[in-house]
T-cell receptor, first 113, second 115 residues
Framework: GNSVTQMEGPVTLSEEAFLTINCTYT??????LFWYVQYPGEGLQLLLK?????DKGSNKGFEATYRKETTSFHLEKGSVQVSDSAVYFC????????????FGQGTILTVHP | NAGVTQTPKFRVLKTGQSMTLLCAQD?????MYWYRQDPGMGLRLIHY???????AKGEVPDGYNVSRLKKQNFLLGLESAAPSQTSVYFC??????????????FGPGTRLTVL
């Protein structure tokens, strides 16, 4: 079956630091990959996605590249802000699954001024 | 557009009580989903629906039932609540796509505590 593994958290950074959150996956076929973000007290929002190998998703300064050879989709940002403090979820959807998402366990990010 | 809304926002139940969570979307999406979120486990799919009148089991369906009588609504029922069902419940919806890549839009969540 499908599974997603994220790096252990929580992650605490100072403002303007570089961020990497690792995500690896196991899936049948050719999944689509997503990063969702959950701000305190809110539901999840799509941050970025990639639907095929070597695609790069980007949004709000965040980037992730779909690496089929390493089955990875690591999230990066060059300079984090306090407002980036949130929980980040990596997820995948297989092509024939009616969009059903399999989520990683989530990584809590806290950015200090 | 309101997007995806959920009612109620908070609820406390006693073991054995029943309740229904309501999810509504105004985006004319075909697909709807119910997830539960537990610490350290991410979100897990309970049930989903690919159209009006259809439902299917997800990863953790036991103890829950669902109905999709109208396209815009997706109800999640707990017939006899148990403390293990204490969780935050999220509803989501998406447009249909042949490639499984559609974005899911999430509601704000319902925090349920079962005593």
């Amino acid at each position: 079956g499908n599974s997603v593994t994220q790096m252990e958290g929580p992650v605490t950074l100072s403002e303007e630091a570089f961020l990497t959150i690792n995500c690896t996956y196991t899936a049948t076929g050719y999944p689509s990959l997503f990063w969702y973000v959950q701000y305190p007290g809110e539901g999840l929002q799509l941050l970025l996605k990639a639907t095929k190998a070597d695609d790069k998703g980007s949004n709000k300064g965040f980037e992730a590249t779909y690496r089929k050879e390493t089955t990875s989709f690591h999230l990066e940002k060059g300079s984090v802000q306090v407002s980036d403090s949130a929980v980040y979820f990596c997820a995948l959807s297989s092509g024939t699954s009616y969009g059903k998402l399999t989520f990683g366990q989530g990584t809590i990010l806290t950015v200090h001024p | 557009n309101a997007g995806v809304t959920q009612t109620p926002k908070f609820r406390v139940l006693k073991t054995g009580q029943s309740m229904t969570l309501l999810c509504a979307q105004d985006m004319n999406h075909e697909y709807m989903y119910w997830y539960r979120q537990d610490p350290g486990m991410g979100l897990r799919l309970i049930h989903y629906s690919v159209g009006e009148g259809t439902t299917a089991k997800g990863e953790v369906p036991d103890g829950y039932n669902v109905s999709r009588l109208k396209k815009q609504n997706f109800l999640l029922g707990l017939e006899s609540a148990a403390p293990s069902q204490t969780s935050v419940y999220f509803c989501a919806s998406s447009y249909s796509t042949g490639q499984g890549g559609g974005e899911q839009f999430f509601g704000p969540g319902t925090r349920l505590t079962v005593l």
